[in-house]
Protein backbone atom coordinates (compact mmCIF):
# COMPACT_ATOMS: atom_id res chain seq x y z
CA UNK A 1 0.00 0.00 0.00
CA UNK A 2 0.80 3.70 -0.44
CA UNK A 3 2.17 4.80 3.00
CA UNK A 4 2.74 8.10 1.90
CA UNK A 5 -0.24 8.61 0.37
CA UNK A 6 -2.10 7.93 3.15
CA UNK A 7 0.55 10.03 5.43
CA UNK A 8 -0.40 13.10 2.50
CA UNK A 9 -3.93 12.96 3.03
CA UNK A 10 -3.90 12.94 6.96
CA UNK A 11 -3.58 16.69 7.61
CA UNK A 12 -6.67 17.10 4.99
CA UNK A 13 -8.58 14.62 7.44
CA UNK A 14 -7.80 16.75 10.30
CA UNK A 15 -8.65 19.69 8.88
CA UNK A 16 -12.15 18.11 7.96
CA UNK A 17 -13.01 16.63 11.80
CA UNK A 18 -11.99 20.40 13.33
CA UNK A 19 -14.09 22.07 10.86
CA UNK A 20 -17.07 19.86 12.10
CA UNK A 21 -16.27 20.99 15.23
CA UNK A 22 -13.57 18.34 17.15
CA UNK A 23 -11.25 20.36 19.22
CA UNK A 24 -7.87 20.03 17.95
CA UNK A 25 -6.83 17.66 20.48
CA UNK A 26 -9.58 14.76 19.70
CA UNK A 27 -9.72 15.20 16.64
CA UNK A 28 -5.72 14.33 15.88
CA UNK A 29 -6.50 11.18 18.18
CA UNK A 30 -8.91 10.27 16.23
CA UNK A 31 -7.42 10.86 12.91
CA UNK A 32 -4.12 8.32 14.28
CA UNK A 33 -6.76 6.18 15.41
CA UNK A 34 -7.63 6.37 11.57
CA UNK A 35 -4.02 5.78 10.39
CA UNK A 36 -3.18 3.01 12.16
CA UNK A 37 -6.61 1.16 11.35
CA UNK A 38 -5.70 2.00 7.79
CA UNK A 39 -2.61 0.61 7.67
CA UNK A 40 -3.90 -2.96 9.26
CA UNK A 41 -6.53 -2.79 6.57
CA UNK A 42 -5.61 -1.18 3.49
CA UNK A 43 -2.77 -3.78 2.17
CA UNK A 44 -5.79 -6.34 1.72
CA UNK A 45 -8.60 -4.28 1.55
CA UNK A 46 -7.58 -1.18 -0.27
CA UNK A 47 -10.11 1.65 -0.52
CA UNK A 48 -12.04 3.10 -3.49
CA UNK A 49 -11.42 6.76 -2.05
CA UNK A 50 -8.97 6.74 0.56
CA UNK A 51 -9.77 10.38 1.65
CA UNK A 52 -13.07 9.61 2.17
CA UNK A 53 -12.49 6.03 4.04
CA UNK A 54 -10.45 7.67 6.16
CA UNK A 55 -12.84 10.66 7.02
CA UNK A 56 -15.24 7.93 8.13
CA UNK A 57 -13.42 6.12 10.48
CA UNK A 58 -11.86 9.02 12.28
CA UNK A 59 -15.19 11.00 12.58
CA UNK A 60 -16.48 7.50 13.86
CA UNK A 61 -13.59 7.04 15.94
CA UNK A 62 -13.99 10.74 17.65
CA UNK A 63 -17.97 10.49 17.91
CA UNK A 64 -17.13 6.90 20.06
CA UNK A 65 -14.07 8.95 22.06
CA UNK A 66 -16.71 11.64 22.92
CA UNK A 67 -19.30 9.15 23.68
CA UNK A 68 -17.22 7.53 25.96
CA UNK A 69 -16.03 10.81 27.36
CA UNK A 70 -19.68 11.95 28.15
CA UNK A 71 -20.16 9.12 29.57
CA UNK A 72 -17.95 8.99 32.37
CA UNK A 73 -18.85 12.60 32.86
CA UNK A 74 -22.55 11.16 32.68
CA UNK A 75 -23.31 13.85 30.36
CA UNK A 76 -26.52 14.11 27.97
CA UNK A 77 -25.45 16.54 25.35
CA UNK A 78 -23.62 14.48 22.67
CA UNK A 79 -23.73 15.24 19.38
CA UNK A 80 -25.16 12.55 17.66
CA UNK A 81 -25.83 12.97 14.53
CA UNK A 82 -22.80 13.41 11.88
CA UNK A 83 -23.26 17.42 10.96
CA UNK A 84 -23.05 18.30 7.69
CA UNK A 85 -19.61 18.56 5.94
CA UNK A 86 -17.98 22.32 6.62
CA UNK A 87 -16.99 24.21 3.86
CA UNK A 88 -14.56 21.99 1.47
CA UNK A 89 -10.75 23.52 1.94
CA UNK A 90 -7.80 21.81 2.77
CA UNK A 91 -4.95 23.81 1.91
CA UNK A 92 -5.61 26.53 4.49
CA UNK A 93 -6.19 23.49 6.85
CA UNK A 94 -3.26 22.04 6.42
CA UNK A 95 -0.97 25.26 6.65
CA UNK A 96 -3.14 26.22 10.30
CA UNK A 97 -2.09 22.60 11.54
CA UNK A 98 1.59 23.65 10.64
CA UNK A 99 1.04 26.71 12.54
CA UNK A 100 -0.36 25.22 15.88
CA UNK A 101 2.34 22.27 15.69
CA UNK A 102 5.19 24.89 15.77
CA UNK A 103 2.95 27.28 18.14
CA UNK A 104 5.46 29.01 19.44
CA UNK A 105 4.77 28.01 23.42
CA UNK A 106 5.99 24.73 22.43
CA UNK A 107 9.68 23.22 23.05
CA UNK A 108 11.51 22.31 20.16
CA UNK A 109 11.05 18.49 20.89
CA UNK A 110 7.52 18.61 21.71
CA UNK A 111 6.86 20.98 18.34
CA UNK A 112 8.91 18.41 16.36
CA UNK A 113 6.54 15.44 17.54
CA UNK A 114 3.45 17.17 16.95
CA UNK A 115 4.34 17.90 13.12
CA UNK A 116 5.20 14.68 12.77
CA UNK A 117 2.24 13.33 13.98
CA UNK A 118 -0.64 15.64 12.91
CA UNK A 119 0.83 16.88 9.70
CA UNK A 120 3.07 14.12 8.67
CA UNK A 121 0.57 11.38 9.44
CA UNK A 122 3.47 9.32 11.39
CA UNK A 123 2.52 6.77 13.89
CA UNK A 124 3.33 7.77 17.65
CA UNK A 125 5.65 4.57 16.87
CA UNK A 126 7.60 4.89 14.00
CA UNK A 127 8.40 8.93 16.04
CA UNK A 128 9.77 7.06 19.30
CA UNK A 129 11.68 4.59 16.91
CA UNK A 130 12.88 7.73 14.59
CA UNK A 131 13.98 9.60 17.46
CA UNK A 132 15.46 6.84 20.04
CA UNK A 133 12.90 7.31 22.69
CA UNK A 134 10.34 4.63 24.22
CA UNK A 135 6.65 4.45 22.74
CA UNK A 136 5.07 5.57 25.60
CA UNK A 137 7.70 9.02 26.32
CA UNK A 138 7.08 9.80 22.75
CA UNK A 139 3.62 9.32 22.86
CA UNK A 140 3.43 11.82 26.44
CA UNK A 141 5.21 14.41 24.64
CA UNK A 142 3.05 14.61 22.08
CA UNK A 143 -0.26 14.40 24.46
CA UNK A 144 1.45 17.18 26.39
CA UNK A 145 2.24 19.69 23.08
CA UNK A 146 -1.53 19.06 22.33
CA UNK A 147 -2.17 20.37 25.70
CA UNK A 148 -0.27 23.00 25.88
CA UNK A 149 -1.65 24.00 22.32
CA UNK A 150 -5.51 23.67 23.36
CA UNK A 151 -6.30 26.97 23.89
CA UNK A 152 -5.04 28.26 20.60
CA UNK A 153 -7.36 29.11 18.07
CA UNK A 154 -7.52 26.98 15.03
CA UNK A 155 -7.46 29.37 12.49
CA UNK A 156 -4.98 32.21 14.30
CA UNK A 157 -2.44 32.77 12.03
CA UNK A 158 1.05 31.65 12.68
CA UNK A 159 4.59 32.73 12.14
CA UNK A 160 6.26 30.98 9.31
CA UNK A 161 9.77 31.52 10.64
CA UNK A 162 8.60 28.92 14.26
CA UNK A 163 7.12 26.13 11.25
CA UNK A 164 10.48 26.54 9.00
CA UNK A 165 12.49 26.11 12.30
CA UNK A 166 10.94 22.95 13.19
CA UNK A 167 10.95 21.53 9.51
CA UNK A 168 14.84 22.54 9.79
CA UNK A 169 15.38 20.48 13.19
CA UNK A 170 13.38 17.49 11.72
CA UNK A 171 15.46 17.52 8.22
CA UNK A 172 19.26 18.31 10.30
CA UNK A 173 18.64 15.73 13.04
CA UNK A 174 16.74 13.04 12.06
CA UNK A 175 18.01 10.20 13.11
CA UNK A 176 17.45 6.65 12.20
CA UNK A 177 14.31 4.50 12.64
CA UNK A 178 11.77 2.92 9.69
CA UNK A 179 11.29 6.44 8.50
CA UNK A 180 13.53 8.37 6.59
CA UNK A 181 12.98 11.94 8.02
CA UNK A 182 15.24 13.21 5.76
CA UNK A 183 12.60 12.70 3.16
CA UNK A 184 9.90 12.99 5.68
CA UNK A 185 10.95 17.16 6.25
CA UNK A 186 11.46 17.71 2.46
CA UNK A 187 7.74 15.95 2.18
CA UNK A 188 6.75 18.24 4.75
CA UNK A 189 8.24 21.28 3.69
CA UNK A 190 7.31 20.34 -0.63
CA UNK A 191 3.55 20.46 1.03
CA UNK A 192 4.13 23.80 2.82
CA UNK A 193 5.54 25.37 0.06
CA UNK A 194 2.37 24.83 -2.01
CA UNK A 195 0.10 25.87 0.75
CA UNK A 196 1.85 29.33 1.33
CA UNK A 197 3.84 31.48 -1.56
CA UNK A 198 7.30 32.57 0.69
CA UNK A 199 10.52 33.16 -0.30
CA UNK A 200 11.63 31.58 2.79
CA UNK A 201 9.58 28.37 2.52
CA UNK A 202 11.16 28.07 -1.17
CA UNK A 203 14.87 28.55 0.31
CA UNK A 204 14.54 26.00 2.68
CA UNK A 205 13.03 23.47 0.58
CA UNK A 206 16.04 24.08 -1.81
CA UNK A 207 18.40 23.88 0.64
CA UNK A 208 16.89 20.90 1.49
CA UNK A 209 16.64 19.52 -1.93
CA UNK A 210 20.41 20.76 -3.24
CA UNK A 211 21.90 19.02 0.49
CA UNK A 212 20.09 15.89 0.41
CA UNK A 213 21.34 15.66 -3.13
CA UNK A 214 24.78 15.07 -2.01
CA UNK A 215 23.44 12.25 0.74
CA UNK A 216 24.79 9.09 -1.42
CA UNK A 217 28.24 10.29 -1.75
CA UNK A 218 28.76 11.38 1.58
CA UNK A 219 29.40 8.24 3.38
CA UNK A 220 31.22 5.36 2.61
CA UNK A 221 30.31 2.30 2.66
CA UNK A 222 32.03 1.79 6.35
CA UNK A 223 29.49 4.11 7.31
CA UNK A 224 32.47 7.13 8.13
CA UNK A 225 31.81 10.52 6.33
CA UNK A 226 33.27 11.46 3.24
CA UNK A 227 34.26 15.72 3.40
CA UNK A 228 32.40 17.32 0.29
CA UNK A 229 35.90 18.22 -1.27
CA UNK A 230 36.60 14.20 -1.41
CA UNK A 231 32.94 13.16 -2.37
CA UNK A 232 32.14 11.25 -5.68
CA UNK A 233 30.68 13.82 -7.53
CA UNK A 234 29.27 11.29 -9.94
CA UNK A 235 26.77 10.48 -7.25
CA UNK A 236 25.14 13.14 -6.21
CA UNK A 237 21.34 13.59 -7.66
CA UNK A 238 21.06 15.37 -10.80
CA UNK A 239 17.65 15.65 -10.28
CA UNK A 240 17.15 16.78 -6.51
CA UNK A 241 19.61 19.97 -7.91
CA UNK A 242 17.62 20.54 -10.80
CA UNK A 243 14.80 21.07 -8.60
CA UNK A 244 16.67 22.57 -5.79
CA UNK A 245 18.47 25.50 -8.34
CA UNK A 246 14.94 26.01 -9.75
CA UNK A 247 13.32 26.61 -6.72
CA UNK A 248 15.86 28.72 -5.04
CA UNK A 249 16.21 30.86 -8.17
CA UNK A 250 12.09 31.91 -8.18
CA UNK A 251 12.79 32.70 -4.84
CA UNK A 252 15.80 34.86 -5.16
CA UNK A 253 13.89 36.79 -7.50
CA UNK A 254 11.53 38.27 -5.53
CA UNK A 255 14.85 40.19 -3.68
CA UNK A 256 13.71 39.67 0.09
CA UNK A 257 16.89 37.37 1.02
CA UNK A 258 16.72 35.00 4.31
CA UNK A 259 19.28 32.83 5.82
CA UNK A 260 17.60 30.10 4.31
CA UNK A 261 17.85 31.17 0.74
CA UNK A 262 21.44 32.01 1.65
CA UNK A 263 22.46 28.97 2.76
CA UNK A 264 20.51 27.16 -0.64
CA UNK A 265 22.37 29.55 -2.65
CA UNK A 266 25.82 27.95 -1.11
CA UNK A 267 24.73 24.10 -1.05
CA UNK A 268 24.04 25.21 -5.01
CA UNK A 269 27.29 26.84 -5.67
CA UNK A 270 29.08 23.50 -4.08
CA UNK A 271 26.41 21.79 -6.41
CA UNK A 272 27.77 23.63 -9.26
CA UNK A 273 31.29 22.49 -9.35
CA UNK A 274 31.82 19.73 -11.38
CA UNK A 275 35.34 19.09 -9.08
CA UNK A 276 36.32 20.68 -5.61
CA UNK A 277 38.68 22.48 -7.73
CA UNK A 278 35.93 23.97 -9.38
CA UNK A 279 34.21 25.74 -6.57
CA UNK A 280 33.73 28.82 -6.90
CA UNK A 281 35.03 30.38 -3.23
CA UNK A 282 34.70 33.94 -3.73
CA UNK A 283 30.88 33.74 -4.32
CA UNK A 284 30.60 31.50 -1.52
CA UNK A 285 31.92 34.04 0.78
CA UNK A 286 30.23 36.58 -0.73
CA UNK A 287 27.02 34.41 0.22
CA UNK A 288 28.25 33.99 3.86
CA UNK A 289 28.80 37.77 3.88
CA UNK A 290 24.74 37.84 3.35
CA UNK A 291 24.22 34.86 6.08
CA UNK A 292 26.41 37.16 8.29
CA UNK A 293 24.28 40.35 7.95
CA UNK A 294 20.93 38.36 7.39
CA UNK A 295 21.41 36.05 10.76
CA UNK A 296 24.86 37.61 12.71
CA UNK A 297 25.31 34.11 13.92
CA UNK A 298 28.72 32.95 15.06
CA UNK A 299 28.45 29.85 13.73
CA UNK A 300 28.21 31.11 10.33
CA UNK A 301 31.09 33.50 11.00
CA UNK A 302 32.86 29.95 11.64
CA UNK A 303 31.81 28.63 8.06
CA UNK A 304 32.47 31.32 6.26
CA UNK A 305 36.28 31.40 7.62
CA UNK A 306 36.53 27.88 5.82
CA UNK A 307 35.51 29.48 2.51
CA UNK A 308 37.53 32.77 3.00
CA UNK A 309 40.57 29.50 3.71
CA UNK A 310 39.70 28.39 0.78
CA UNK A 311 38.96 31.65 -1.76
CA UNK A 312 42.22 33.87 0.22
CA UNK A 313 44.42 31.07 1.18
CA UNK A 314 44.60 29.66 4.61
CA UNK A 315 46.52 32.35 6.11
CA UNK A 316 43.95 34.78 5.58
CA UNK A 317 40.67 31.81 6.91
CA UNK A 318 43.10 31.92 9.95
CA UNK A 319 42.87 35.91 10.31
CA UNK A 320 39.08 35.69 9.60
CA UNK A 321 39.18 32.43 13.36
CA UNK A 322 41.34 34.43 14.68
CA UNK A 323 38.04 37.05 15.12
CA UNK A 324 36.19 34.52 16.64
CA UNK A 325 35.23 32.98 19.94
CA UNK A 326 37.59 29.70 20.66
CA UNK A 327 34.73 28.14 22.51
CA UNK A 328 32.67 27.82 19.29
CA UNK A 329 31.67 23.97 18.59
CA UNK A 330 33.53 23.03 15.82
CA UNK A 331 36.20 25.83 16.01
CA UNK A 332 38.92 23.49 16.77
CA UNK A 333 37.71 21.38 13.79
CA UNK A 334 38.18 24.47 11.39
CA UNK A 335 41.38 25.52 12.75
CA UNK A 336 43.05 22.14 12.11
CA UNK A 337 41.46 22.25 8.88
CA UNK A 338 43.53 25.90 7.98
CA UNK A 339 46.59 24.79 9.49
CA UNK A 340 46.84 21.70 7.64
CA UNK A 341 46.30 23.31 4.81
CA UNK A 342 48.70 25.88 5.65
CA UNK A 343 51.36 23.06 6.49
CA UNK A 344 51.37 23.30 9.91
CA UNK A 345 50.80 19.45 10.06
CA UNK A 346 51.72 19.08 13.59
CA UNK A 347 49.55 21.51 15.18
CA UNK A 348 46.93 20.13 12.30
CA UNK A 349 47.32 17.31 13.67
CA UNK A 350 46.86 18.21 17.76
CA UNK A 351 43.70 20.54 17.04
CA UNK A 352 42.21 17.82 14.80
CA UNK A 353 42.30 14.99 18.24
CA UNK A 354 41.36 17.97 20.32
CA UNK A 355 38.26 18.82 18.15
CA UNK A 356 37.55 15.12 18.22
CA UNK A 357 37.40 14.94 21.77
CA UNK A 358 34.50 17.84 21.46
CA UNK A 359 33.07 16.40 18.54
CA UNK A 360 29.21 16.11 19.25
CA UNK A 361 28.33 13.20 16.94
CA UNK A 362 30.18 9.84 16.43
CA UNK A 363 30.74 10.16 12.33
CA UNK A 364 32.44 13.62 12.85
CA UNK A 365 34.87 12.40 16.12
CA UNK A 366 35.87 9.16 14.19
CA UNK A 367 36.21 11.68 11.01
CA UNK A 368 38.58 14.18 13.06
CA UNK A 369 40.21 11.11 14.74
CA UNK A 370 41.10 9.73 11.50
CA UNK A 371 42.68 12.65 10.15
CA UNK A 372 44.73 13.63 12.95
CA UNK A 373 46.14 9.81 12.70
CA UNK A 374 46.61 10.36 8.96
CA UNK A 375 48.91 13.26 9.97
CA UNK A 376 50.67 11.96 13.11
CA UNK A 377 51.49 9.00 10.03
CA UNK A 378 51.91 5.64 11.97
CA UNK A 379 51.23 3.27 9.46
CA UNK A 380 49.98 -0.05 10.00
CA UNK A 381 52.84 -2.88 9.87
CA UNK B 1 16.80 17.55 21.31
CA UNK B 2 19.73 15.38 23.20
CA UNK B 3 20.37 12.53 25.53
CA UNK B 4 21.86 12.85 28.63
CA UNK B 5 23.45 9.57 30.72
CA UNK B 6 22.73 10.61 34.82
CA UNK B 7 25.08 8.29 36.39
CA UNK B 8 24.97 7.18 40.28
CA UNK B 9 28.23 5.69 41.83
CA UNK B 10 28.40 3.47 44.44
CA UNK B 11 31.92 4.51 44.60
CA UNK B 12 34.42 6.61 43.02
CA UNK B 13 32.17 9.82 43.06
CA UNK B 14 32.83 12.41 45.80
CA UNK B 15 31.09 12.20 48.77
CA UNK B 16 27.49 13.36 49.28
CA UNK B 17 26.42 15.72 51.67
CA UNK B 18 23.99 13.16 53.38
CA UNK B 19 26.49 10.65 53.31
CA UNK B 20 25.66 7.14 54.96
CA UNK B 21 25.31 3.79 53.64
CA UNK B 22 22.39 2.40 52.78
CA UNK B 23 22.10 -0.35 54.99
CA UNK B 24 22.27 1.96 57.59
CA UNK B 25 19.22 3.46 56.98
CA UNK B 26 15.91 2.41 58.21
CA UNK B 27 13.36 0.63 56.13
CA UNK B 28 10.80 3.12 56.11
CA UNK B 29 14.02 5.65 54.57
CA UNK B 30 14.80 3.14 51.73
CA UNK B 31 11.39 2.53 51.07
CA UNK B 32 11.03 6.26 50.65
CA UNK B 33 14.17 6.40 48.41
CA UNK B 34 13.15 4.21 45.83
CA UNK B 35 9.46 5.52 46.29
CA UNK B 36 11.20 8.88 45.48
CA UNK B 37 13.03 6.99 42.36
CA UNK B 38 9.69 5.38 40.58
CA UNK B 39 7.92 8.73 41.09
CA UNK B 40 10.66 10.78 38.88
CA UNK B 41 11.03 8.34 36.55
CA UNK B 42 7.02 7.93 36.12
CA UNK B 43 7.37 11.96 36.26
CA UNK B 44 9.74 11.90 32.99
CA UNK B 45 7.64 9.95 31.42
CA UNK B 46 4.47 12.22 31.71
CA UNK B 47 6.78 14.70 30.34
CA UNK B 48 8.33 12.99 27.19
CA UNK B 49 11.69 13.16 28.66
CA UNK B 50 12.07 9.66 29.70
CA UNK B 51 14.33 6.93 28.01
CA UNK B 52 15.71 4.61 30.18
CA UNK B 53 16.63 3.77 34.21
CA UNK B 54 18.41 0.73 34.88
CA UNK B 55 20.01 -0.57 38.13
CA UNK B 56 23.14 -2.86 38.70
CA UNK B 57 24.32 -5.47 40.67
CA UNK B 58 27.72 -4.83 42.31
CA UNK B 59 29.06 -8.08 41.31
CA UNK B 60 30.18 -8.86 38.26
CA UNK B 61 33.98 -9.51 36.63
CA UNK B 62 36.53 -8.33 34.50
CA UNK B 63 36.66 -10.07 30.95
CA UNK B 64 38.99 -10.21 28.05
CA UNK B 65 39.86 -11.99 25.23
CA UNK B 66 42.71 -14.71 25.03
CA UNK B 67 43.34 -15.11 21.88
CA UNK B 68 42.16 -17.56 19.09
CA UNK B 69 40.59 -20.45 20.02
CA UNK B 70 40.99 -20.09 23.52
CA UNK B 71 38.10 -18.83 26.32
CA UNK B 72 38.30 -15.14 27.33
CA UNK B 73 39.80 -14.46 30.46
CA UNK B 74 38.03 -13.33 33.46
CA UNK B 75 39.12 -11.88 36.75
CA UNK B 76 36.90 -10.35 39.55
CA UNK B 77 34.54 -9.85 41.38
CA UNK B 78 36.50 -7.36 43.12
CA UNK B 79 35.38 -5.96 46.81
CA UNK B 80 37.01 -2.59 46.67
CA UNK B 81 36.83 -1.25 42.88
CA UNK B 82 37.48 2.33 43.70
CA UNK B 83 34.68 3.41 40.71
CA UNK B 84 31.37 1.07 40.81
CA UNK B 85 28.34 2.25 38.55
CA UNK B 86 25.02 1.80 41.07
CA UNK B 87 22.90 2.36 38.06
CA UNK B 88 21.67 5.07 35.72
CA UNK B 89 19.25 7.23 33.88
CA UNK B 90 19.16 8.31 30.37
CA UNK B 91 17.12 11.16 29.39
CA UNK B 92 16.12 12.95 26.38
CA UNK B 93 15.44 16.70 26.96
CA UNK B 94 15.95 19.79 25.01
CA UNK B 95 18.97 21.79 26.46
CA UNK B 96 21.63 21.13 28.94
CA UNK B 97 20.21 23.01 31.71
CA UNK B 98 17.28 21.23 31.67
CA UNK B 99 19.43 18.07 32.22
CA UNK B 100 21.26 19.81 34.66
CA UNK B 101 18.25 20.40 36.61
CA UNK B 102 16.64 17.33 36.56
CA UNK B 103 20.17 15.49 37.67
CA UNK B 104 19.70 18.00 40.62
CA UNK B 105 16.64 16.98 41.44
CA UNK B 106 17.61 13.19 41.39
CA UNK B 107 20.14 13.84 43.68
CA UNK B 108 17.90 15.20 46.00
CA UNK B 109 16.36 11.40 46.70
CA UNK B 110 15.58 11.04 50.06
CA UNK B 111 18.62 9.22 52.62
CA UNK B 112 19.10 8.90 56.04
CA UNK B 113 17.07 10.79 58.17
CA UNK B 114 14.28 11.32 54.80
CA UNK B 115 16.85 14.08 53.96
CA UNK B 116 18.36 14.65 50.24
CA UNK B 117 21.04 12.63 49.79
CA UNK B 118 23.28 15.40 47.88
CA UNK B 119 25.10 13.10 45.67
CA UNK B 120 27.07 13.57 43.20
CA UNK B 121 25.41 12.10 39.71
CA UNK B 122 27.75 12.32 36.31
CA UNK B 123 26.11 14.07 33.73
CA UNK B 124 27.35 12.50 30.25
CA UNK B 125 25.75 14.22 26.75
CA UNK B 126 25.25 10.96 24.11
CA UNK B 127 27.10 11.36 20.66
CA UNK B 128 24.58 12.00 18.09
CA UNK B 129 24.34 11.05 14.43
CA UNK B 130 25.90 13.21 12.17
CA UNK B 131 23.23 16.19 11.29
CA UNK B 132 22.06 16.21 8.01
CA UNK B 133 23.46 19.97 7.35
CA UNK B 134 27.14 20.47 7.49
CA UNK B 135 28.56 23.62 5.84
Redesign the interface.
Given at each position: MDELLLRSLTPGVLGVLVRRGADFAAAEDAVQDALVEALRVWPHDPPRDPRAWLVTVAWRRFLDATRAEAARRRREDVVDAEPAPGPATGVDDTLQLYFLCAHPSLTPSSAVALTLRAVGGLTTRQIARAYLVPEATMAQRISRAKRAVARVRFDTPGDVATVLRVLYLVFNEGYSGDVDLTAEAIRLTRQLATAIDHPEVAGLLALMLLTSARRAARTAPDGSLVPLAEQDRGRWDTASIAEGVEVLQAALARDQLGEFQAQAAIAALHADARTAEETDWVQIVEWYDELVRVTDSPVVRLNRAVAVGEADGPRAGLAALAELDDALPRYAAVAAHLHERDGDLATAARLYAEAARKAPDLAERDHLTRRAARLNGRRTS | ?A?YLLLKHYRGAPAAVNDVRMDQWTPEEISAHFQYMNDFAAK?????????AQALSDGGMWVRFDGEGRPPVTDGPFAETKDLIAGWMVI???TEKRAVELAGELSAAPGAGGKPIHEWLEVR?F?????????
Open positions: - | MKLEQTGEFVDDVDPLTEAPTITE
